[in-house]
């Protein structure tokens, strides 16, 4: 379940480039995890799930996502698209571990979309932040995906798809489901500046962490 929410997130925001006449920001969300079924494995899970958050740092070719799932585990993901470099932290109970390689081959390491979802578009609005959102509706098998999205922003996706290509517009709100487990990422602050931006896009390995791929 770790793995494939991560990757999710990766799929919706790594490539991250600028907000239309903004040149840099961060967007905060806050998490919400409900279990599904009523299985002791499940509500163990969704215990240690608890006070999750996801922060996304933007700028021109770079970005930054930092999300931090509960007591289980915390995972950073550095892009610079200028220098072709990533950077992914993962601190786990075990330890902590890091990757680095090329941006480029980041990329191509992540999973597509899942295209075969189906989507469906409603005419029904909310305000998040201020920010006029449009809600969608994704299915699989019997499962319901909702998510609100806003064209009020414009974003410039560097070549990546959002969660469905099929769904215009930033996220603002939007859920995933994986074995009995819903997390629902809510936007929670929206400010267009980072500060010490040298230090939040770094790609250095920092001290204390096991390299596992360093590849220059």
């Known amino acids: ?47 240690m799930l608890r006070n999750s958050s996801m922060k996304v740092y933007f700028m021109r070719d770079k970005s930054r996502i930092d999300f931090k799932m509960g007591e289980m585990y915390a995972i950073t993901s550095i892009v610079d698209w200028k220098i072709n470099r990533s950077l992914s932290l993962f601190s786990t109970p075990k330890g902590k571990f890091a990757t680095k390689m090329e941006a480029s081959k980041f990329n191509e390491s992540l999973p597509k ?11 029904e609005h909310k305000t998040i932040l201020g920010y006029k959102c449009k809600k969608a509706i994704m299915r699989s098998d019997s499962i319901e995906y909702i998510y609100w999205y806003t064209n009020d922003i414009k974003i410039d996706l560097n070549g990546q798809s959002i ?23 809510k936007a929670s602050n929206l400010t267009f500046s980072v500060p010490d931006k ?11 962490y096991i390299v596992v791929t360093d590849v220059d």
Do not use: C, W, Y
Request: glycine fraction near 6%; proline fraction near 4%; aromatic fraction near 8%.
């Open 163 to 185: 969660i469905n290509s099929n769904i215009p517009g930033l996220p603002m709100e939007f859920q995933t489901v994986k074995d009995g487990v819903m997390m629902n990422f």
């Open 198 to 208: 040298k230090t939040i896009f770094s790609t250095a390995i920092p001290a204390g």
């Open 1 to 47: 379940m770790i793995k494939h929410i991560s990757l999710l997130i990766l799929l919706t925001f790594i490539g991250f480039n600028s907000f239309a006449q903004q040149k840099e920001g961060l967007l905060e969300f806050v998490i919400d995890v409900n279990a599904m079924d009523t299985s002791l494995q499940v509500r163990q899970q969704v215990g």
């Open 113 to 123: 979309p899942d295209t075969t979802l189906t989507v469906e578009l409603i005419d």
